[in-house]
Structure formats: structure tokens, C-alpha cells
């Protein structure tokens, strides 16, 4: 799912960089509102699994890599405000320091995996919870397969956003489409059981502090605007 430098043009790699910008001010704002001292450490773990969990990477095209995202689990968690706050922080180290993910590409790389697997993916989790009994095993279900889909849904805006503002002009965009969401289909398998398994120890022992969940305690912000 990184996006390395030269798959885009200045102008697309421009426009995501200030679009993603923008979300992490948003972003932080809201945060603000609800983020207490009784989530921060909830929050902290959840940035430190997500960065571990992105660095087991699957080859997807030449030069562009597939790998669990996280995002869902972190929105369930900690909200989507906060979820793209730790996705953002998570692949700006990682494109400097580790060299994953362009660095013209991060804006696209955080849109894609912050905002349409993070954001996107959280209010899928929340659809599919009003149709549950909103148990604690229905939280994890549902939380698993939005992180599921939420997989694919970041594959598809690549595929978008390549189109749109692509360099590589002989690749074809069917190909392009076919190979990202196939590939991602399969990881989103891993990401739907993983996010299962976690939210449901979290969910099962501590309702009070997942923001997803019914149970929660805290003031919860459903928007990021």
C-alpha cells in the first residue's frame, strides 16, 4: 500500500499533500476534545502496534508494496480523529526514517490509508453495528469486517487516484485495478482477524475506554469536520 516517489505527478502529489495536511490540523482538533489521560495510554499502544503491523510488507506491483493497515482497528479503538493523527505520525517516520513510501507520495499514502481505511472504514464499522445487538462480540465482528473492507477501500482510491494523476501511462489501468484490489482483498482477510481477535480482548476487558464501542465512557466526536 506505500506509494513510492514517480508514481504520481507534482500536481496530484501537490494536491494530496495540502488535502492531507489539512485533515491531520482537523484532525488534531477533535482529538482535543475528546482524547483524556485514561486513553492516552490505549492510544499510545495502538500507534506502536500499527507501525509494527505496516512493516511486514507484501509485493504487490514493481517498486509497491502491500501490508496490513491498522486504521479500522485504530478508529475502533481510539476514534477516527486520533486513528488518523497515529496513521499520519506512523507513515511520516516511516517514510524518513525507513525510507517506505515516498516522500512525495505521503500525502496520497495518508489519505488512503488515514482517511478512506481509517475514517472511512470506522463509519462502515459503525453502519454495520446498528445492525447487531451491539454486544461486546458483536463490537469485534462488526469492527472485523470493516477492517476488511476497509482494505480494498484504500486499494480502489489508489487505483482512482492513479488514474487520475499517474506517470506510467503504459501500465494498464484494468491491470492496475485487478492487481491492487485482489492483493488487498487477500490481506484484508489477515486485517478483518487480526482487528477481530484485538478489539475483542480490548472490548471484553475494558468497554469503558474503546471509543467504538457502546460501553464507552468518554465524550466521543463522530466527525472529523
Known sequence: MHIPDGFFNAGAS????????????????????????????????????????????????PGMSGHLIGAVLAAVLVGPAA????????????AFLFADGGLSALGLNI??????AG???????????????RSHRAVAVSAGVAAFVSVPMAALAF??????????????MTSVLWAMVTTHVLIGIGEGLITFFVVLAVVG???????????YTGQRTEALA
Open 14 to 61: 501537490a494536491v494530496a499533500g495540502i488535502g492531507a495536511a489539512g485533515g491531520f490540523a482537523v484532525a488534531l482538533r477533535r482529538l482535543r476534545s475528546y482524547l483524556t489521560e485514561r486513553l492516552v495510554p490505549l492510544a499510545a499502544l495502538t500507534a506502536a502496534f500499527v507501525f509494527a503491523a505496516q512493516m511486514v510488507n507484501f509485493p504487490v506491483l
Open 159 to 172: 487505483a482512482l487516484e492513479f488514474a487520475i494523476g499517474g506517470t506510467a501511462e503504459s501500465v494498464s
Open 119 to 133: 475514517v472511512g472504514g470506522y463509519y462502515v464499522y459503525r453502519a454495520i453495528l446498528r445492525f447487531t445487538s
Open 205 to 215: 476487558s475494558r468497554p469503558d475506554l474503546v471509543y467504538g464501542a457502546p460501553d
Open 83 to 94: 486513528a488518523y493523527v497515529i496513521l499520519t505520525i506512523v507513515l511520516v517516520v516511516q
Open 111 to 116: 489519505i488512503n490509508m488515514g482517511l478512506v
